[in-house]
């Protein structure tokens, strides 16, 4: 009896499943996978029980309800600049995992290459895998993670039909400058690629812009930006996302998903249309907050010996943990909970294997910053207590 397809082969169980089971397990402080510990504003939640109590709780339509696409067309003129139509250029999706997976069934043919920044999050290989495609890495390298403008050129290959792109980039935090976002639309223009752009972390980056690459000129016609409300929010359980531009991309992209959730989370799109709407003071004052803990992360991660690359952007920091006598990241997350009592994800997972058996990820852990100040200052002191000594 077969038990899988081979589209799942190599896949295994994801990282953040293996590593939550362990924090709870053990009761380890959980700064492994990106959620907040603490719920968004409360006029949101109050719009999610209002429009449940308004009866809005049967299938909305496969794209979403109109006063969300309409809100999501007003985020993207308001902090953007980028006009959209509502009804032809937006959709609403299951989390913007599933508008990843969707744009990548609906835009990638059997033996397409795509090109992804590693490390990259685990579920874009899984779902290229799954549409038969190939992805090529261009990897960013420590300790800056700065774009190798050569390597993305080099990488491009005559079935190569997409770039997965990222940024601000989960796990370093990088967020690409003026000119990596350039050199990509070049390589994306003079190649005819499509660019499927992950910006679910475009409001968390601290003292640098994020700039959407469908700003840059050429791009519009070419890019699906994808984006949620659970990173902007911290309703990471809501799983509400989209995917905005050119109506042929946003239909191949619906052409997937409507074969997927098709629909989801009525009561709570209508809460999301009211919290793209949220004043400019609630973009400020999250980002300040998120400020505070990278830096109280980074500073206490530095304190206990690690050597820390400090993000200018999302919810993560990632460290060296060679400096603790560890050569495996892997082996040192699944140790960790016992050893010290916290949770951490190993950044290997993220890069691919090369074929001398290196990784360069081999002893890099990120660690989640999106929790309370409280939360983060007993995970360091139980780090504190686990430091080798000498």
């Not at 896949?11 to 924090?23: D, H, K, N, P």
């Not at 939640?45 to 809100?71: C, D």
């Not at 599933?98 to 033996?111: K, N, Q």
Request: with cysteine.
């Amino acid at each position: 009896m077969k038990h899988s397809s081979a589209r799942l082969d190599g896949l295994g169980v994801t990282i953040f499943a293996e590593m939550s089971r362990l924090a709870v397990r053990t009761g380890a402080v959980n700064l492994g996978q990106g959620f907040p510990d603490e719920d968004g504003p409360e006029q949101v939640k109050e719009a999610a029980r209002r429009a449940i109590s308004e009866g809005h709780n049967q299938y909305p339509p496969g794209t979403g309800i109109p006063a969300l696409r309409e809100a999501i067309a007003r985020h993207q003129r308001r902090f953007h600049g980028i006009e959209l139509d509502p009804e032809r250029e937006v959709i609403v999706t299951t989390g913007a995992t599933e508008a990843i997976a969707s744009a990548v069934l609906g835009l990638v043919d059997p033996g397409d290459d795509v090109l992804v920044l590693e490390p990259y999050y685990d579920s874009y290989r899984a779902v290229i895998q799954m549409a038969g495609g190939r992805h090529r890495a261009v990897t960013l390298r420590a300790p800056d993670f700065r774009l190798p403008v050569d390597e993305l050129r080099a990488a491009v290959t005559p079935r190569t039909t997409a770039i997965l792109l990222n940024t601000p980039h989960n796990p370093t935090g990088t967020v690409l400058d003026a000119a990596e976002l350039a050199a990509i639309a070049e390589v994306a223009i003079e190649h005819d690629l499509v660019v499927i752009s992950d910006e679910v972390y475009e409001h968390l980056t601290f003292d640098v812009p994020h700039v959407p690459i469908a700003t840059l000129p050429g791009m519009a016609e070419r890019t699906l930006t994808i984006s949620s409300a659970g990173k902007t929010f911290s309703f990471t359980g809501w799983k509400v996302g989209w995917a905005t531009g050119p109506a042929s991309l946003v239909d191949a992209a619906f052409g997937a998903k409507q074969f997927l959730s098709y629909t989801s989370g009525a009561p709570f799109q209508h809460a999301v249309a009211e919290a793209l709407d949220l004043p400019d003071a609630f973009y400020a004052d999250l980002n300040a907050s998120l400020h505070r803990r990278r830096d109280l992360l980074c500073d206490g991660l530095e304190q206990v010996g690690l050597e820390v690359f400090r993000p200018a952007g999302t919810y993560f920091a990632s460290t060296d943990i060679a400096g603790w006598g560890h050569a495996d990241g892997l082996e040192f997350c699944r140790a960790l909970p016992e050893a010290a009592g916290v949770v951490a994800i190993p950044n290997q997972v993220f890069h691919d294997d090369r074929p001398d058996g290196s990784n360069p990820g081999r002893t890099s852990v990120r660690w989640a910053f999106c929790k309370r100040p409280e939360v983060i200052e007993e995970a360091l002191r139980r780090l504190a207590g686990a430091r080798p000594s000498g």
